[in-house]
């Protein structure tokens, strides 16, 4: 989406001051917010005027995700990991929530897609608030959970 683009843009200048998993938080709590906001049916020009919400989002979560992704990795299968996070992210995530949510709004409707958007959302920020903290506590995050000896 075009509102992307600019957040894209300053992602870094956002990171740089704020710190990676501040920024991925931030970005988390603006798509919660959205969802909710959709959640309780507004005037759809208040849907258009928040529209750059979703450039926030995911314009500021994609670089910071990506940047983390590639600091809490290992050299050696840096590749590896940034394919995986795509996959995973992008394929399966986006194959996940358009499953989902069409089957939801053919059967309930789409208050409750926004609703479980905004719970995946719930969901993200829980796990953000758990990488800070495990952050903090350096052991816990940088063990290997997978050895490999050749």
């Not at 020009?45 to 928040?50: E, G, Q, V």
Request: glycine share 8%; charged share 10%.
């Amino acid at each position: 989406m075009i509102s992307e683009i600019p957040f894209m843009r300053f992602a870094q200048t956002f990171i740089d001051k704020m710190r990676l998993l501040n920024v991925i938080m931030l970005s988390g709590g603006v798509s919660l917010f959205r969802w909710a906001l959709y959640f309780t049916a507004p005037s759809l020009w208040l849907i258009y005027a928040t529209v750059f919400l979703q450039g926030v989002a995911i314009g500021l979560f994609i670089p910071a995700a990506l940047q983390y992704v590639k600091k809490i990795t290992p050299s050696h299968v840096e590749a590896t990991a940034l394919t995986m996070y795509a996959a995973i992210g992008n394929g399966f995530g986006n194959w996940f929530c358009t499953f989902a949510g069409g089957y939801i709004f053919d059967y309930v409707s789409i208050f409750a897609v926004y609703l479980l958007f905004g719970m995946l959302s719930i969901a993200g920020f829980g796990l953000t608030l758990y990488l800070m903290k495990a952050e903090k506590n350096k052991n816990t995050l940088h063990q290997p959970a997978v050895t490999f000896k050749p």
